[in-house]
């Protein structure tokens, strides 16, 4: 048994293998994590957290370099992002800025800005790392702070600019060089597109009256227009979702933005509930369940803010390596005979604590982002954490399990003396079949008994219709949270769980348990046929909304900025849930006494006092 490590139980281990180069030679830029020359990312260091039989705190994050196929985040210089991923041995495509070889980027860590050069260097490198110093002289050339051509801004006594550009006709006229010259430049001029910039700037003919302000918009547009350069940027949701919403259609993820998710995941108390496996008699923990219409986009959030999105190292553990015992075998066969490790392959949909359960109207849940972050659900990856984090269950399956096929036919049992006389092909199909009932019988069983703790609703549905079903099957004090760009529907849902829906409702409930007899069961069919949903077991009901709005600061120029998107402003509906009681509820403890107020002459009368000093 391996020793139990001191001081925070964690151990960092290097895989042992013999590093080999697969990028170009000449390369002196060192890992940051490894401190030597790129190598092979079998060979790169793992961080792995002590594992013992009753608890796991393995948690996966995101790395801090580029990995072989994983998709990173292009920021290109005009400002446009681009989602790729990194296959060895290819060639990215940025369009007019050029293409490069993906093995010149992978190991390299992330928010590094190349430059594509326009021939290979001496030692066969097509990408160039811009310095600091470059990228924070361009800063300050944004800022109006660096040296640039022109006449300085004019200000007045509080320090307003007093010139500006009116008298300036920016036509085309103004640049000497035509159309064909630009194009001629391209196919000739070297320097990643500086050459260009530099010809712009010489031949126009009104660089002169241009204030240092108008110089430097002037020279970032062409900058951003010529200059082959491009940032890397490790794919979180964040950036996902302002992907989604900037270069795609947004209604597909229902118009989600970066300030709805992180609300999403607060109100949800959305968290990491650690691995610890639950005993006999022990309740599971950080089970969520969730209604997502976007994708895949919120459970892509919650499953980051839990510690289950990105991959792990796809190399063996040996932590989680066992050797499997032979059947009806003696004991020196154990003994004696050559005994290799076995790795337990995790079960599909196999996790106790920290899961989520996606409630889906079809046979399967559309969960096609995913695929961004490595896990793709028609082809799951074992070594992925959602592979068994992730569960799935239909609307058919909660409410009548029986009509789905796969919960009801149960492959029947076929005896041990038969199953050994059948064919390797049929006894898997077998194993297969028995397998996958058992697997969606336990997934729905355990949605059906419901105790999540905490549900996230994202859907075009009618929100009262699924709250309705799903707010029952919470435990006490779970969150609820649902989101829907528009506000009318939340509107209606908060209406209905407000305080005068919940005293009509108590009140209502008590004029039909006092028409009945006692002994005789209550019909309560036409209080539920009056009320959609029971509002006593959900408060207070909350509406909320947040938008992040860049604004233009400048002196006497201060104003949001003119070129931002519009598109649905997006609310958010939360809720605690509750059990309500069913006996009196009286105070105790000692009573407060009343301070006594002594008794002050106040006009009893309604008119004007007039004060007197």
Known sequence: MA??????????????????TIYPPGCEYPHPLIGCNFIDHKSLPRIILWKSSSFSCSIAIMHSYI???QFVGIRLQSDQLRLIQIIPDTIVNLGRFGNF???QIIGRPFYFTFEILDACDDAGHQLRVVSATELHAETLLADGEGDGEGDDVDTGENGIPMRTNRQINDENSSQKLTLEEIEEL???AGGAGKDIVAKLLESHSAIDQKTAFSLAKYTLRKRKKYLKRFTILPLDVGLLANYLIEERDAQKSMELRDEHIGLIGCWGNVHHSGNVEVGEGMKPHGRYAIVDETGGLVVAAMAERMGILYPHDADEDPTEEQDA???NATESEHTTGPSKPRRIRPQLMSATTNTITVFHPYSQPNLSLLKFFGYDTNNPDESHPLHTHLKSISWM???DPNSDPLYANEPPIIPAEELAELKQSKRTAYYHKRNRWGRVKAVVDEGRAGNFDGLIVSTLLEPASVLKTMVPLLAGSAPVVVYSPTVESLVELTDMYSTAR?????NKKRELESQSSEGEAVDLSSLHEEFVVDPTILLPPTLQTSRVRPWQVLPGRTHPLMTGRGGAEG???HGIRVFPTTQNIQAAGNVRKRRKVEATSTPISDRDVEMTS
Not at 502 to 506: K, L, P, V
């Open 3 to 20: 020793k139990r490590p001191q001081a925070n139980n964690i151990r960092h281990k290097i895989q042992a293998s013999t590093p080999r």
């Open 571 to 573: 609310y958010l509906f």
């Open 502 to 506: 919940r005293t009509a409702f108590i």
């Open 186 to 188: 391209k196919r000739e």
């Open 397 to 399: 399956q909660l409410a």
């Open 325 to 327: 015992p032979i059947p």
């Open 101 to 103: 070889a993906a093995n």
């Open 67 to 69: 990995r072989p196929g």
